[in-house]
């Protein structure tokens, strides 16, 4: 954690001025702006049973579009019933 003291005789400026230039030089900024859009990666299980689900999602879509019965609800309900 950073922390800047106020000197005696310091203007806000220059105080908000020397922080800025600690945390510049600290790095925390960049640290954060890489790991910003980081996102973990999951395991070999949960990726497969993604890929599974999506796939049965997809069929039942595709046979109802078959049947002319497929809008909004249908596939609310498709969701619930996986």
Known sequence: ???VRKKEKETAESLIRR???RVQQSGV???VRKLRFHAEEQSRVKRRD???YKVKIRKEINRLKKLGKFD???LRDIKKKM
């Open 29 to 31: 900024l960049r640290q």
């Open 50 to 52: 993604e890929a599974l």
């Open 72 to 74: 909004e609800d249908a």
């Open 19 to 21: 922080f800025s230039r």
């Open 1 to 3: 954690m950073i922390q």
